[in-house]
């Protein structure tokens, strides 16, 4: 009967239009696939010369063998080349394999046990499995064994059990094929990580050695030429504590999965002369549109503090890891906000802090709070679920 099978890929889509991304797996896979190709042919062929003085039609059974160890070494060369691991040579392989099975009644007579490709079938449904994923593997191994029931004149158990086993194999196969690639994406993404963050160490000390002395120069220099000087002092202040922040952050970068950020290292990005950032030394992974409200929303409170308490008033951000959460906390020294204003400037019509804030990490399943009294400062507290799309408790 048939082989032991194929496989099955789990999820994923479909033909071989994922093949750039995976190219080198799946190049592998169906290269471990061709010597075993060529060890179930060898198989086939020792069984048939064996027992092939007992059949009805020996000659015409000959030929078929011929054209499986033909074929066996096309399809080898094919799916060698990534271009041509498309429909036609999936079907053809398909083809092949299930016109030898019809043959077997024709070719051994009335009661045969076993197929004439017998576990050659094992290749196509792990070809199908290997390109085109669990749909593929599975669709392959129906196919084998609708085509090896439909010539039998009994099913006997031991039929029931290849049919299982070419059925489970192909999943399993296909699981650990996915698997693969999805390690192999990891490793290279780590790769690349590693080889970004060596060179943005490299141009980290280039930037210390000169911009950032010739920035801290200005800043001490700028006062002795009067007004204007002190001004672009200031300036040059604001963004030497800008950069030396993206230089220290950059240096421990987190590699985070695809569409993933790091908030505690946006948040550091923030800091300035007069904004302190202070985050845990451990990453915080959000997805990245999550991440990215979330800064908007502080950049907003932020906003606000140059706009109502002064251009140079100062600001902290804090960055806390709740087991629930990660609460983001902007405090400044400012005069307050009254009470009820924020309630009045909503009726009026004024929506930018419940918009730009409140409404933000509402939209995240988070939370925004406000404590302010005349005199005593403002304190944002914005909480996100460290799992979005989940809303915390009250």
Partial sequence: MVGTPGVAREGEPGPAARADEHGPVQATLLRALGVLRFVVLANALVLYALRSGDYAHPRLGWVVVAVLAGWTVVAVWAYGRRSWRRAPLLVADLAVGLGAIALTPYVKGEGFSATLPGFWVMGVVLAWAVVWRAPG???AAAAVSVTDVSIRDDFTQANYGNIFLLVLGGAVVGFLSILLQQTASQRDRAERAAAAAGERQRLARVVHDGVLQV???VQRRGPE???EGAELGRLAGEQEVRLRGLVQTGSSELVAPLGERDLARLLAELQAAHVQVVVPGTPAVLPAE???EVVSAVESCLSN?????GRDAPAWVLLEELPD????????EGPGIPE???EESAAQGRLGVHQSVVGRLRDLGGEATVRSAPGEGTEWELRVPRHPGRREPA
């Avoid at 503090?305 to 308490?309: G, K």
């Fill in 215 to 217: 920035l801290a120069l």
């Fill in 290 to 292: 999550t991440a990215g």
């Fill in 137 to 139: 593997g599975l669709a």
């Fill in 225 to 227: 030429l009067g007004p």
């Fill in 305 to 309: 503090v140059r706009h109502h308490v």
């Fill in 325 to 332: 959460a990660w609460v983001v906390t902007v405090r400044d």
């Fill in 340 to 342: 009820g204003r924020l």
